[in-house]
């Protein structure tokens, strides 16, 4: 795969780079296991599932006879139940009965963030050191004025153990705003209508991501002026720190791909431990496709990483991006299906070096599924560690033991496997 990267990045990565090249996989949880209220598992597994550096899982599943929990399970010891469908609320609300719990996130502190559905409105929860807790709910106050009324992104919890959430309010303007779970404090981070350093203001946000660093990324509509119902509204990416609200790029700028420009701005950017950010972006112009860029920090150089057609690292190419995730090392986990190749879909990490964590030809792990089982499906999201090493997904197999039909969760463990190979072109 041809990527140009800017020279200062190319000394870097000659002197320091690693290649995650090996990844193992273990069964988190499979059909016909037993919870932890000792409950069989069935074979609803829902498709997000987050995962630590230390391998510890998130997911939501339902056992027979019971209704969707969401189960926090360590690398090593007993799985736990965070939370339960038609159980209580720390607001005293109930969740709902199908389908509570969405937008799963965990960090290195083991503490558990989620979006879910209640009887009675919506909100945003928190399991810090083992307690859960209201991040914020329908009919609560905002610290903008008015009160929440819904929450239609809710961002990964980050290091320091805050949650970035969009919300609209009734009485107030809307935005994005941040739960501390270490004070128990709701505050704004960027309020509709804000205005950029280059004279532009921001309307709404639809994704946020948190830097460890303190800075974050949007992507958001803006205008120059969004009271102006006669401008339209361009997409693009914004960078949030102290200095204020920057812009990264919006849609009709040039790509990094020759005689093209972005189109629609997807998925939610990733802003690492670095202050680099990876976004997906669709392309107008000479090149049409669908694309994952790296913006480098402090340069702010955007460079190529993946595009649909691009040879992949088992065969034939990448067709259809599905999501990605963004590694503190600046490498991309990137879940694509694939054309022309056996092995059909499966999670990539690209780097300097391309690699396969895991595909549909990969043998599933034998500690709970027969050997010679393969892989049937895997979710189109994927979990991943900050670090890059850790990949969370739900799976179906075909079990060579019966019921040979099979969901689960499953966590894949990566490893450096020395210098980073020559392989790619760079100039």
């Known amino acids: 795969m041809l990527r140009i990267l800017a020279p200062a990045a190319l000394l870097v990565a000659a002197l320091t780079g690693t290649a995650y090249a090996q990844f193992t996989c273990s069964t988190v949880a499979r059909a016909?296991?037993?919870?932890?209220?000792?409950?069989?598992?069935?074979?609803v597994f829902r498709e997000e599932v987050a995962v630590n550096a230390a391998g510890d899982a998130v997911f939501v599943a339902r056992a027979n006879a019971s209704r969707d929990k969401l189960y926090f399970y360590p690398s090593a010891g007993a799985g736990q139940v965070v939370a339960r469908a038609d159980g209580p609320a720390p607001n005293g609300g109930t969740f709902r009965s199908q389908r509570a719990f969405f937008s799963l996130s965990l960090n290195d502190a083991d503490d558990v963030a989620f979006y879910a559905e209640l009887v009675s409105g919506q909100g945003v929860f928190v399991r810090d050191g083992g307690v859960l807790e209201t991040a914020a709910v329908r009919s609560q106050s905002s610290p903008a004025g008015g009160v929440f009324d819904a929450f239609p992104v809710v961002g990964d919890i980050d290091a320091a153990s805050r949650v970035p959430f969009v919300a609209t309010v009734d009485g107030g303007p809307g935005g994005v705003f941040v739960y501390d779970s270490t004070s128990n404090a709701v505050s704004t981070l960027v309020l509709d209508g804000a205005a950029t350093l280059d004279g532009r203001e921001v309307c709404s946000t639809q994704a946020v991501d948190l830097g460890d660093t303190g800075a974050a990324v949007l992507r958001a509509t803006s205008k120059t002026s969004c009271s102006n119902a006669a401008e339209s509204a361009r997409s693009g990416l914004f960078l949030v720190t102290l200095g204020g609200i920057s812009?990264?790029?919006?849609?009709?700028?040039?790509?990094?791909?020759?005689?093209?420009?972005?189109g629609k701005f997807l998925d939610t950017p990733r802003i690492n431990?670095?202050?680099?950010?990876?976004?997906?972006?669709?392309?107008?112009?000479?090149?049409?496709?669908?694309?994952?860029?790296?913006?480098?920090?402090?340069?702010?150089?955007?460079?190529l990483v993946e595009r649909e057609g691009d040879a992949s690292p088992v065969g034939g190419s990448f067709g259809a991006n599905q999501s990605f995730r963004f590694a503190d090392s600046g490498n991309v986990l990137l879940n694509a299906k694939l054309r022309s190749s056996s092995a059909k879909f499966g999670v990539f990490d690209l780097g300097l070096v391309d690699s396969a964590a895991i595909v549909k030809t990969s043998a599933p792990p034998t500690d709970a599924f027969g050997v010679g089982s393969s892989y049937t499906r895997f979710s189109r999201v994927n979990g991943a560690s900050g670090d890059g090493f850790k990949i969370g997904l739900q799976v179906r197999v075909r079990d060579t033991n019966l019921p040979s039909a099979k969901g689960g969760v499953v966590r894949c463990a990566g490893s450096a496997s020395g210098a980073f190979l020559d392989d790619d072109v760079f100039y």
């Not at 812009?247 to 972005?262: A, E, H, K």
């Not at 976004?279 to 049409?288: L, P």
């Open 32 to 43: 016909g296991q037993l919870d932890p209220d000792g409950l069989v598992y069935g074979n």
């Open 247 to 262: 812009t990264l790029v919006l849609d009709g700028d040039p790509s990094p791909i020759g005689g093209s420009s972005y």
């Open 273 to 303: 431990a670095g202050n680099e950010i990876a976004f997906r972006a669709t392309t107008t112009g000479t090149t049409r496709t669908d694309a994952i860029f790296l913006r480098a920090f402090p340069s702010g150089v955007v460079t």
